[in-house]
């Protein structure tokens, strides 16, 4: 098939509604019994976290599209209006599930385990008694009621702030009626209040700050009375524009554009499902926002909050077993790293192997006077990161610390911004990569005086350094001292701080140079070996693949007859089983306990294998606008345990795998009475003995 007829649109699934079957796949999480209760309260609200995303960058950006009139189109050939209201339909029944599977499953069983959200009308004598004293005490000094009139226009609620809108009858004080106003919920206070001892029935009592707010509200309008109380939220465009020709100092301007996040335009209007018509299209004529951007909550507006339970209950037996993560014995019984590493390369699959040997890699590199200078990518870090603070010790202790911080990593900029503050202050040298290019690449580099020479150190990553998120992801580490290979990273941090030309690195491929065309010179590779008759194979497991020259070539290599299996978590674009087109393509995505977050390349080279780990999805902005490593894995030992791990084991599963259909479907893979695979499950008994 020639490349206009592999360019047709109706060969590509679209962005949005791929990314719309992925939370699909994660709500389906909710309703599992297989999955413990407790958990499945968490993944409700993960759904909620990802659609709140999705509507403050993706549905954002779109709308500003259709606003401009913007005529660029992707693969697919939908515009920005048509994506829109393609998106809306499929979003209102996802919003309609989550809230039945709240309402008619999770609280009655949650209710049934002595885990109770307390509703005003079943409230004791005792409970409302705690309650109004609690409201008089903790809510009504802090909120600030707005009556809605000529002097008090209608107030500007924060970016997914919880906010109410109040029909009153009767007259204030100054004789006014205004018929309406508005109460912003305190963001100072917890969304869910555990009842004490005294009046509680059970110890996991709890009530919805929502639920208070609405039984006092009266108490907030002296002389008047409260007819409705009917919460509501709004989302807004939280994307960040920085103008590369206009930026001279990136940390200003991030900081100038942080506080416009919070009164962007409106995208998305969230209303209590029994808010009346009327009071509906004022809201939406104030944000506007159009009707099929109104979405009805049957339950609280932000089913964030209720995923903070399970770390607030104390019941393990409702929650995912306990596991320690595992330090090989080899870790283990070498006190010094760096000899470990000489003596041989070093791989970590994260969250089964503790995260615990980078940090001491870091720990003894701050402390070793041989060490003369450490080179780190950070792009996510959390609070109170030990990996900062070992960072911050090398440099107190005079050694040559440079960091390169992406100022731009989503939603963390703040954070980052602090923490290049803090580095710097400690004496580190501090860069924000290259302006117009996120650097996404995870990297450190340990310089050492090893008699008369210097030895280089390095861990390359396919996740960020962040100890939180390396219990919660799946990630591969790697250390090694391998001479080229380090020189490659010292070469990429050269480039990012002295922005000189970009030379052709030994082994490491790098975007924006070199990944882009040496994947497809690999997939090519692959074609030609299948039309000669050779075995040819590839597997790819990452969270997204959408570069259309990437899947044009993906088919081509198809109908070559290359077999292809793609673990594709999220977003996938390409439509696997077409005939003539993607025969020999397969697709499938695991959601599970762990956030698969591994980018690992298999390519089978006329049986010689090539394994690469990657920081790069196969996405336009991974291989054209963001700094990224990809990473060979050269120890035959270490290819095997990656071929393992990251395709036999997880082609394997036959319960939390999902296989992606022609027509962008996915269906859950059942294990038709096979002995059941799961295999985050596998992987956590193989590697940690749990």
């Known amino acids: 098939m ?37 958990e499945r309260l968490r993944f409700l609200g993960i759904t909620s976290s990802i659609l709140d995303e999705f509507f403050e960058i993706r549905v954002a950006g779109l709308k500003q599209q259709e606003a401009y009139g913007a005529m660029q189109r992707g693969a697919d050939n939908m515009s920005p209006g048509e994506q829109l209201r393609r998106i809306a339909p499929i979003v209102q029944k996802l919003v309609e599930k989550q809230y039945r599977i709240l309402n008619e499953e999770m609280l009655p069983a949650l209710e049934a385990q002595g885990i109770r959200f307390v509703d005003h009308k079943k409230w004791t004598h005792g409970q409302k008694t705690w309650l109004k004293r609690y409201f008089k005490r903790e809510l009504a000094p802090i909120i600030s ?14 970016n997914k702030s919880l906010s109410f809108i109040v029909i009153l009858e009767g007259k204030d004080a100054f004789g006014r009626n205004s018929g309406k106003a508005i109460v912003q919920a305190p963001r100072a206070l917890p969304r869910l209040i555990r009842l004490p001892e005294e009046c509680a029935e059970g110890p996991n009592d709890f009530v919805l700050l929502t639920t208070v707010i609405e039984a ?20 807004r ?24 996040r919070r009164y962007g335009d409106a995208v998305r209007l969230e209303v209590a499902m029994d808010c009346p018509e009327d009071i509906q299209a004022f809201l939406a004529a104030q944000f506007r926002v159009r009707p099929f951007e109104v979405y009805h909550c049957a339950g609280p507006v932000n089913l964030m909050h209720l995923a903070t339970i399970p770390d607030r209950v104390d019941r393990p037996d409702l929650k995912y077993p306990g596991f320690t993560p595992a330090i090989s014995r080899r870790l283990r019984t070498a006190p010094d790293l760096f000899e470990a590493i000489r003596a041989d390369d070093i791989l970590l699959h994260h969250p089964f192997d503790s995260f615990a040997p980078f940090i001491e890699f870091l720990r003894q590199a701050a402390n070793d006077p041989a060490v003369v200078s450490i080179r780190q990518t950070l792009y996510r870090t959390g609070p109170d990161s030990a990996v900062v603070e070992m960072l911050t010790r090398a440099a107190n202790a005079g050694k040559e610390v440079m960091v390169v911080i992406e100022l731009r990593a989503r939603f963390d900029e703040a954070a980052n ?17 290259v302006v117009g290019y996120k650097t996404h690449a995870k990297m450190c580099l340990v310089i050492r005086r090893e008699g008369d020479t210097l030895r280089r150190y390095a861990h390359l990553g396919t996740g960020n350094y962040h100890a939180r998120t390396a219990r919660l992801y799946t990630d591969y580490g790697l250390f090694t001292c391998e001479g080229q290979m380090c020189e490659d990273v010292q070469n990429v941090f050269q480039q990012l701080t002295a922005m000189g030309r970009a030379g052709r690195l030994n082994k490491i491929l790098q975007s924006p140079f070199t990944l882009h065309k040496s994947t497809l010179e690999f997939i090519e590779r692959e074609t030609a070996n299948a039309k000669a008759g050779k075995p040819a194979k590839i597997m790819v497991k990452m969270n997204s693949l959408l570069e259309p020259q990437l899947i044009q070539t993906l088919y081509r290599a198809s109908q070559a007859g290359v077999q292809i299996d793609l673990i594709i978590r999220g977003i996938c674009a390409l439509r696997p089983g077409l005939k003539g087109v993607s025969e020999n393509i397969r697709v499938r995505s695991i959601v599970g306990r762990f956030l698969e977050h591994t980018r690992v390349l298999y390519f089978h080279n006329d049986d010689d294998p090539q394994v690469y780990l990657s920081s790069a999805d196969w996405m336009d902005r991974n291989f054209f606008k963001r700094i990224e490593a990809c990473f060979p894995v050269e120890k035959p030992d270490l290819k095997a345990r990656l071929i393992n791990e990251a395709f036999t084991t997880y082609l394997e ?13 996915y269906v859950r893979v059942q294990a038709d009475g096979e002995e059941r695979v799961v295999a985050q499950e596998t992987l956590l008994r193989a590697l940690t003995g749990s």
């Not at 465009?237 to 416009?260: H, K, Q």
Request: aromatic letters at 8%; glycine letters at 4%.
């Open 145 to 158: 009621p707005v009556a809605l009139d000529p002097a008090h226009p209608f107030p500007e609620p924060l």
């Open 2 to 38: 020639d490349a206009d007829l592999l360019s047709n649109s109706e060969l590509y699934i679209n962005r949005e509604l791929s990314l719309l079957e992925f939370v699909k796949r994660v709500l389906a999480q909710t309703s599992d019994e297989t999955v413990p209760l407790l």
């Open 237 to 260: 465009n939280s994307d960040l524009f920085i103008d590369p020709e206009e930026v001279d100092d990136l940390l200003r301007a991030l900081e100038g554009e942080l506080s416009s």
């Open 216 to 235: 006092h509200v009266s108490n907030l309008f002296p002389g008047m009375q409260a007819l409705g109380c009917f919460q509501f939220r709004v989302t």
């Open 417 to 433: 911004i602090e923490l290049a503050n803090h580095l710097q202050e400690a004496g580190a040298q501090v860069v924000y990569g």
């Open 653 to 665: 599963d036959n319960a939390q795998a999902w296989e992606l259909k022609s027509d962008g479907s």
